[in-house]
């Protein structure tokens, strides 16, 4: 049984179709008890008065009651929809992947329709899969392959120019330093001192790769240990000023470049992440199903736990289904300080 076999609770459940929230189609339907009908929470359709509204697991049980199915979001659909998303991601992995046209007439759909179906379920768009899909390929294939090139061939790509065209710059450092752990990279760091305690900041040439607390100069070289570590003097001043102020005034902070890397999982919930206003939040389950995933949970939770940049991709915003905090790798507290600062 999944997280997914029974009803949420009623309160949940209407305040998702009031937000007409896509992230809960195919958790439950609607049932609309004077007009005969049950639909999607997301239904664009007018809403109903509360007290016409009955919560089913699934259409199969709204219409044992004799509800019948909305024509405007066939909610019955989701299943479909399900399985052709999965067929899909299964088509991707292929060595030659097909394109779009030939990946929707696959799965039975419109191509349109269904590239705008496939990145509501996974984050992505086909095309973005694949060279995600690639790129770990490829990030997999330079830790271990004797020279560059075999690597970039290995991973897919048709020629070597077209993965730096694509991943070069993605990958934050070049190649052959990534082959090499790092080697030759030059990470500059600096302290400072703020209402949270304090913070350690670092940063490559393309941008900040670690904002943590009660860390420092060790810390960074042991998750660094083959970059040249050097202190970040006057060239860190502006990168050091907009991430104090980001911790200080998380609601109002400015967008700071950043040099991150992930799993193609822990990148789409780091994404996510960044799209929830301040002020707001979503429970696990739900930045889970907006990643990609809906059933990865506690890898959505691990993915906030992996992130290297503490407030600059929000994870404080991720709470349990409950409404409880959950976890926080610098301490509930700071957590709890965070949420505070984004709703005053």
């Known amino acids: ?16 179709v009031l937000q007409r929230n896509r992230a809960w189609d195919g958790r439950f ?25 009955r919560f089913f697991v699934d259409g199969a049980e709204a219409r044992l009651a004799g509800l019948r199915a ?14 052709a998303v999965a067929q899909a991601l299964d088509l991707l992995v292929d060595e030659d992947p097909p394109r779009l046209a030939a990946l929707a007439a696959a799965v039975g759909y419109a191509p349109d ?10 984050g992505l768009t086909p095309a973005q899969y694949m060279r995600a899909l690639r790129r770990g ?3 997999e294939a330079l830790s271990s392959a004797p020279r560059v090139t075999d690597a970039v061939y290995e991973a897919g790509y048709s020629a070597p120019s077209r993965f730096y065209a694509e991943d070069g710059a993605r990958l ?23 209402t949270l305690g304090r913070m350690l900041l670092a940063a490559t040439d393309k941008g900040i790769c670690r904002l943590s607390f009660d860390e420092g100069e060790a810390e960074l070289r042991a998750r660094f240990p083959k970059a040249q570590i050097a202190p970040g003097g006057t060239a860190m001043a502006s990168l050091l000023a907009g991430a104090v102020a980001a911790v200080e005034r998380p609601a109002m902070a400015a967008a700071l470049p950043l040099d991150v890397q992930g799993t193609v999982f822990q990148e789409a919930v780091w994404r996510e992440l960044q799209r929830i206003p301040a002020g707001e939040t979503l429970s ?19 993915a906030c736990g992996a992130n290297p940049v503490a407030v600059l991709i929000p994870c404080h915003r991720a709470l349990r289904q409950d409404g409880s ?3 926080y790798a610098y301490g509930l507290e700071r957590k709890k300080d965070l949420l505070r600062r984004e709703k005053d």
């Open 325 to 327: 905090l959950g976890g």
């Open 172 to 194: 934050g450092m070049t190649p052959s330093a990534w082959r090499k752990g790092g080697a030759g990279v030059t990470i500059r760091w600096a302290m400072a001192d703020t």
């Open 70 to 83: 909305c024509l405007r979001c066939r909610p019955d659909d989701i299943g479909r929809d399900e399985a």
């Open 29 to 53: 339907v609607t049932g609309v008890l004077t007009t005969g009908i049950y639909c999607r929470p997301s239904c664009a359709a007018r809403h109903p008065a509360r007290c016409n509204v």
């Open 113 to 122: 329709h269904f590239g705008r179906l496939f990145k509501s379920a996974v």
């Open 137 to 139: 390929r490829a990030e």
């Open 284 to 302: 696990y389950t739900e930045l889970a199903t907006r990643a990609g995933n809906a059933g990865a949970v506690r890898a959505t939770g691990s």
């Open 1 to 16: 049984m999944t997280d997914f076999d029974s009803l949420p609770d009623p309160d949940a459940a209407w305040a998702a």
